[in-house]
């Protein structure tokens, strides 16, 4: 009998096993309930913020949208406004070119080439005459200065030799004899296609470079130092006295020069770039007389010149276009010369 309950026992007790198991698993899963209750609350805040983040999100691909759109109107504007401004600026460019032509009158000569308009026009005073050219280059590298060692050249000889369609006398010169040759040297500074003849000079007795960079705009000044030609950033240039006109305003003439009647010769510049060359004869009463620097400045700032040189005159006044010698030198023929003034078709 005692051997019959053992052998029950043994019998269920994988029964028994396996029913406390089961409590104990209703137990645990009981616990696990809590936990999941408990983050209902904070899955469903998750999801109103994941919702939310969303629509910033949309909100900023919008933005962006428009931030873009914004963008390429903007550049729409100012391209609209590039292109009305270009066109006023040919408009200005226009205005400003034909009141020129207005004071200087009727070309007499005219020539234009992809590089360059010359147009040559007459000029009359009290008690003078002469002749003008107007020059605006396209290509700056059309203007050069030349020089001729030795005995020097006629500024017709030199438009001949370089093939210019004008050619103005240069700087100033002297000459010296040497073993029986005669040398024309230039005075001051003189440059040719970025390089001084003879070596730096410094400016004395108020003599001036001018010439013309690599833009082709006329610059110059009095130099006293090496450093201060170096800074206009001529390529080309000569040098004579005085400076009539600089930045718009008359430069007083020194005592030595003043209200005297001369041939001149005159290098100017417009401010839109164009320059003005101008030849005035003289000693040839009653056909000319000449004309003083004053007279002179007064012209130049009624044509609206905004800078300008007094170059070498007197015998040396001479403006050649096409070959042809445009004024009457007072020599009755031309002097050979150190420098010339060109300008290539």
């Known amino acids: 009998m005692r051997a019959?309950?053992?052998?029950?026992?043994?019998?269920?007790?994988?029964?028994?096993?396996?029913?406390?198991?089961?409590?104990?698993?209703?137990q645990l899963s009981e616990g696990l309930l809590l936990p999941v209750?408990?983050?209902e609350p904070a899955v469903g805040s998750l999801e109103r913020e994941m919702h939310q983040v969303n629509h910033q999100a949309g909100f900023v691909r919008q933005s962006v949208e428009e931030q873009e759109e914004q963008y390429a109107e903007q550049q729409r504007i100012l391209a609209h406004l590039a292109q009305k401004s270009q066109q006023q600026k040919q408009f200005s460019d226009e205005v400003y070119e034909q009141r020129i032509l207005d004071q200087l009158g009727s070309p007499i000569r005219e020539h234009l080439s992809a590089r360059v308009e010359v147009k040559v026009f007459k000029l009359e005073g009290?008690?003078?005459?002469?002749?003008?050219?107007?020059?605006?280059?396209?290509?700056?590298r059309v203007l050069k200065v030349v020089h001729e060692q030795g005995p020097g050249e006629t500024t017709s000889a030199a438009v001949r030799r370089t093939g210019a369609i004008l050619g103005i006398n240069g700087g100033g010169f002297y000459r010296v004899v040497q073993?029986?040759?005669?040398?024309?040297?230039?005075?001051?500074?003189?440059?040719?296609?970025?390089?001084?003849?003879?070596g730096f000079q410094p400016s004395r007795e108020d003599i001036f470079f001018a010439g013309f960079n690599d833009r082709g705009k006329l610059v110059g000044g009095i130099c006293h130092d090496r450093n201060y030609l170096n800074s206009l950033g001529a390529r080309q240039g000569a040098s004579f006295v005085p400076i009539l006109i600089q930045n718009q305003r008359p430069v007083p003439i020194p005592a030595q020069w003043k209200?005297?009647?001369?041939?001149?010769?005159?290098?100017?510049?417009?401010?839109?770039?164009?320059?003005?060359?101008?030849?005035?004869?003289?000693?040839?009463?009653?056909?000319?007389?000449?004309?003083?620097?004053?007279?002179?400045?007064?012209?130049?700032?009624?044509?609206?010149?905004?800078?300008?040189?007094?170059?070498?005159?007197?015998?040396?006044?001479?403006?050649?276009?096409?070959?042809?010698?445009?004024?009457?030198?007072?020599?009755?023929?031309?002097?050979?010369?150190?420098?010339?003034?060109?300008?290539?078709?």
């Open 4 to 26: 019959a309950n053992i052998f029950l026992l043994f019998l269920i007790a994988p029964v028994v096993g396996l029913l406390i198991a089961l409590s104990g698993f209703v």
């Open 259 to 345: 209200n005297t009647r001369h041939p001149r010769t005159v290098l100017g510049e417009y401010a839109n770039g164009n320059l003005l060359l101008i030849v005035v004869d003289g000693r040839q009463s009653p056909w000319s007389s000449g004309v003083t620097l004053e007279d002179l400045q007064i012209t130049l700032i009624q044509f609206g010149i905004i800078n300008a040189y007094n170059l070498d005159g007197g015998g040396s006044s001479v403006m050649v276009f096409k070959n042809e010698i445009m004024n009457r030198p007072s020599d009755k023929s031309e002097r050979a010369m150190a420098t010339s003034i060109v300008v290539l078709p």
């Open 126 to 140: 009290i008690g003078y005459r002469g002749v003008m050219a107007k020059v605006k280059p396209f290509d700056p």
């Open 37 to 39: 209750q408990r983050l």
């Open 179 to 198: 073993d029986g040759k005669t040398y024309t040297l230039p005075i001051g500074n003189t440059m040719v296609d970025g390089k001084l003849v003879g």
